[in-house]
């Protein structure tokens, strides 16, 4: 198949993963991609900031308590967890810890994503090693990333029992043979949809073109396109715009 762009950036992020010496940890929330790089680009401004280095450790009682009061607002608790997260205190990591376990609904995702960075920071200066966060719209678990794989029926033809059967078996052997976890699977009358954790380092197309080939042993069922994606999950509406686009297209000949 013709490679997505999903997967030519996955490719080149295992290529520069490979010269690094350093431990990785996997962001394993699902947090939208939008806000991830909106911290990201928060922390990293506020690291350049004049002042922040001569934040000491009698100054986090009076951080905690704004952090934790009520009347303060959604823009200034954003501040002080990524100031907390950039400072290399235990404290100030336990303070971050602490209002992550139960945040304000409408800072969850900011808190974890402070967590996470705190994490680093302190591993950063205990192991006296670099480390590093990989972070995906899906996250992951462990040191395997989680991603999302639409499979059309061969010619768009709705499946049948025993297709699904030969889906339903060869799926998880063919994948728990790579090393990977399917979460959920899905069969639809025309496709197959899975979200599933796959090591950092594995090569994921092989995977699943392996996957598809050993399907179509029992018949050419199933096809060779495919579309991944470590993003987001397709919703049921989606599912269905890629099978109309793909009805068109076959059609008119594209």
Known sequence: MKESQDIKMFKRFQDSFRKWSGHFRILEQRIPVEV????????????????????????????RSELNDPDVSVSHKKYLLALLASLHLVKAYRIVEEYAEAPDPEMANWAYMALMESRIVLESDLSDEKQILIST???????????????????????????????????????????????????????????????????????????????????????????????????????????????RDSRTGR
């Open 137 to 247: 719209g899906m996250g992951g678990k462990g040191e395997k990333l989680r991603f999302y794989v639409l499979i059309l029926a061969n010619e768009l033809k709705p499946f049948q029992d025993y297709q699904r059967k030969i889906v339903e078996r060869e799926f998880p052997y063919q994948l728990e043979k790579a090393d990977c976890e399917i979460e959920q699977l899905t069969i639809g009358e025309q496709y197959v949809a899975m979200v599933f954790l796959i090591p950092v380092l594995a090569e994921i197309k092989q995977v699943i073109e392996r996957v598809i080939n050993e399907c179509n042993e029992y018949g050419n069922f199933l096809s060779s396109s495919f579309t991944i994606t470590n993003v987001k999950e397709l919703s049921e509406e989606e599912v269905h715009e890629v099978i109309k686009k793909n009805e």
């Open 36 to 63: 991830q790089m909106e911290y990201f680009k928060y922390a990293e401004k506020l690291r350049k900031k004049e002042g922040r280095e001569n934040v000491s450790e009698t100054d986090l009682p009076a951080l």
